[in-house]
């Protein structure tokens, strides 16, 4: 890369460690911010910083945000003893996305695979444990829904939960979502009649 000055080479490089971006990609990126005006430039580096510095986890699920609680979290208008627990924040969005859960989410970021190395406690499970009762030993929730992928990691992370949820012994629903085959239309659509009928069809465990 020295062929491109030390500059040009650093961006290149620093650009590559982000995930889904190649050897290829990087240099594309970083030939095109080079020649981007510069207030631009200067934009998207403190947009990076900016949130860096500023996200972090909502302090009831988990979810990554800017506040101390995020705006699903602070809504009187949603049902706080509804709690569908996702993988990560872009599973919430994709379910927001379709205007149809009115509940709240727990966000784990990641699920349990021994073959990655991700044990329980490199997920936010015990999180989700705490908000399920208050100190007094009382529920806290009507049902905890679990959304986990259907991948081997995410089925063996919702039969995990359960487990768990179960051992506390509260008067709690557990359901788990159907998985959803996908329908004719284009993808943006595919995605949020999927994820609708999935919430629809879920099963009690
Ligand atoms: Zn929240």
Redesign the pocket.
Known sequence: MEYYGSSIGKLIEALSSLPGIGKKSAQRLAFHIVAMPEEQVKGIADALVDARTNVHF?R??C?L?DGE??P??ASSKRNHRQIMVVENSRDLAAYEKTGRYDGVYHVLHGAISPMLGVGPNDIRLKELLLRLQDEQGEAQADEVIIATNSSVEGESTAMYIVKLIKTLELPVKITRIATGVPVGGDIENIDEVTLERALKGRTEM
Do not use: E, R, V
Request: aromatic share 0%.
């Open positions: 909502c009831s699920c979810t945000t609680l995020c699903i979290c």
